[in-house]
């Protein structure tokens, strides 16, 4: 299956944003049945990608030369997603079936459908992926170079979440800076330093400033109970390991 990227690897000049992929078998069971692997983790990700990403080529057919296994950790999280997505759509169908609960009337609405070729992708223009990401703090005038998510910052991320709480805002916000004045390598250290306006200033301009292309994965739902009706909406975790399970398609 060959599959457009919201973002596409980049390589000198030229933009490799469609991938092959191929689909699940035997040997992916095995991850996802790793505890080590995906308990409070997402180490099947790699594996699988790893795995089952045939090739990265530009819309022209040329190949990307180097190695997939390399190319798995230079590309976005929306890239990274979408290929996920695509990896259960090729392997078992589009048809998705999930449960949510209401947040009203906590009722569980079960089976629900999605079909997952129907997913809207919204993807970053060339101009706008190789466009400035930089801004100035109106305080203390460092300049801050945002930066995509990629699959290293989204382990950084679920460690945050599991485990980091009371650094939970400023590990955030660090990992979508690629520089921070003239330092690198950004830690949730750096930004507690940052005075509280020009944090405010780095949110708002990190909302505005497009880093990244995305996959639609919003689920709009309304609760079936009839004295309810309340309507929401979940996000759908392809992240998770259970969302191979076959039974779900
Ligand atoms: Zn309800």
Redesign the pocket.
Known sequence: MLITLPHGLIDGLDLFDIVEIDELRGKQQNYLADKELVVNNIGHIPKILEDLVISFQTKEGLKWKGKVSDAIWKITSSDIETILIKLRENTYGPEFYHEAQ?P??N?KLKNLRLDLDTLKIDKLSLENIISSKIVILPKSKLEVEFKAMYLKDMFEALKIVTKNNSKLVTSSIALGIKRLGNKTSITSEDIEQIPARDLMFLNEEHEKIKVDGSIDNNIELS?N?PN???EFSIKLNCLDPNFFVPSRG
């Open positions: 209401c009203e009337c009722k609760c109970n309810c009706k309340k």
